[in-house]
């Protein structure tokens, strides 16, 4: 049994309309015929017409429509009506059934079709010429009850092949609103997902950059300070010395501006020329040569190339270690080691300080460490009063070959 319940749209009311149209002008001929007989047997036929348009009303109203027995309530209502309006007439065939084939043709689907056909527009009208048979002529009023039955039947079957255009018409322009009003939810949302991105881009670029300036300042100005220290104790005992000196803490600064400068455009490191480790010892000779700290540089195994971020970032820890080895150890000698191992490469960084007994991480050592985590590393210190500071700086190389 097909049922379908839905809410009436403009069609369903257009055939309601035309259905009860067709009932009030039945009604009005019923009324005023005077051949049907007297009043009593009229006001049967009334309530007859009546109970044949409620009774198929029980099976197609709003919200319901029983597609399985709206035909058969159509036949033993309307149908038996206009037979036995046709028996009584004896001269002529009554069509009762023409506007509620409109409504079977709006409903009708594929099973439903071939059965309002055979019996409706083909065994009605033979029907009928059976009951009025001698009639003349009776051929071409049966072929013209079947045309005209086909043709209204017809009508209800395009109506209802529009309807079902027009409704998929309206769920695809539906579906495509809601796909669209769903691509503009998640436009805003990777609008604020970018927004947020930027967000967090920029504060963690402000934090590179100064993590850059905090490594590059430091160390450069601690080189300098310490050189300038010497210089006022050559001034008078030395002033060529002192003269050599300065020259040489000028261009450190020089330097130092450069780079400082470099970092605030964001230009590429490495800064410097020549492979990892030429590097590393230039930044170990300078350091020396600047503060009069006696550094010892000592790689160990067999260099392999490493990506740019790994060798500015141990550049950097190596700037710290000494700076803070210098600044705070008050150290004379550092000895540094750089191991290629087969799964890491390890920078070792020994001062013979003061040491400390409780190492406290501020900016510096803080942004060693993030430095080494974004990579993958691992930092590590040990220190005691009177021993000086070891700094373990280690990242994976598996990774990055």
Aim: proline residues 2%.
């Amino acid at each position: 049994m097909q049922i379908e319940r839905r809410a009436w749209q403009w069609v369903d009311w257009v055939l309601f309309g035309i259905l009860t149209s067709g009932l009030g002008i039945g009604l009005m001929y019923i009324a005023t015929a005077t051949q049907l007989g007297g009043i009593l047997y009229r006001l049967t036929l009334i309530l007859a017409a009546v109970f044949c348009y409620l009774f198929s009303l029980l099976f197609w109203h709003p919200g319901y429509t029983n597609r399985t027995a709206l035909p058969l309530a159509i036949l033993i209502s309307s149908g038996a009506f206009e037979l036995y309006l046709t028996w009584r007439s004896q001269e002529e065939i009554v069509s009762v059934l023409s506007i509620q084939l409109i409504v079977l043709g709006f409903h009708a689907r594929k099973q439903q079709i071939l059965f309002n056909i055979i019996v409706f527009i083909v065994l009605f009208p033979v029907v009928e010429a059976l009951i009025i048979q001698g009639t003349p002529n009776l051929f071409p009023i049966v072929f013209s009850r079947i045309v005209n039955a086909a043709i209204v039947f017809g009508v209800g079957l395009g109506l209802q092949k529009m309807y079902i255009s027009h409704y998929s018409v309206k769920q695809l322009y539906e579906e495509n609103l809601r796909v669209y009003r769903l691509v503009q939810e998640q436009n805003k949302a990777l609008e604020q997902y970018a927004s947020q991105i930027e967000k967090m881009t920029l504060v963690e670029e402000r934090n590179r950059l100064a993590k850059e300036l905090h490594d590059t300042v430091g160390h450069t100005f601690t080189s300098v300070i310490m050189g300038m220290d010497a210089v006022s104790y050559l001034m008078e005992t030395a002033p060529d010395k002192a003269r050599e000196k300065l020259d040489v803490l000028r261009k450190v600064a020089r330097d130092g501006l450069e780079e400082v400068r470099r970092n605030i455009h964001q230009i590429a490191e490495p800064v410097r020329e020549g492979t990892f480790l030429q590097q590393m010892a230039a930044l170990a000779n300078e350091f020396s040569a600047h503060t009069g700290t006696q550094v010892n540089f000592k790689p160990k195994g067999e260099e392999c190339q490493l990506p740019m971020q790994v060798q500015l970032t141990m550049v950097r820890c190596l700037q710290e270690a000494l700076t803070n080895a210098k600044r705070h150890g008050q150290a004379s000698m550092v000895d540094i080691g750089i191991e290629y191992g087969d799964q890491q490469v390890t920078l070792t960084i020994t001062d013979n300080g003061v040491g400390v007994e409780n190492i406290e991480s501020g900016f510096g050592l803080t942004a060693m460490r993030e430095r080494l985590a974004a990579l993958q590393g691992s930092l590590q210190f040990t220190s005691s009063i009177g021993s000086g500071v070891t700094v373990v700086c280690a990242i994976p190389v598996l990774r990055f070959k």
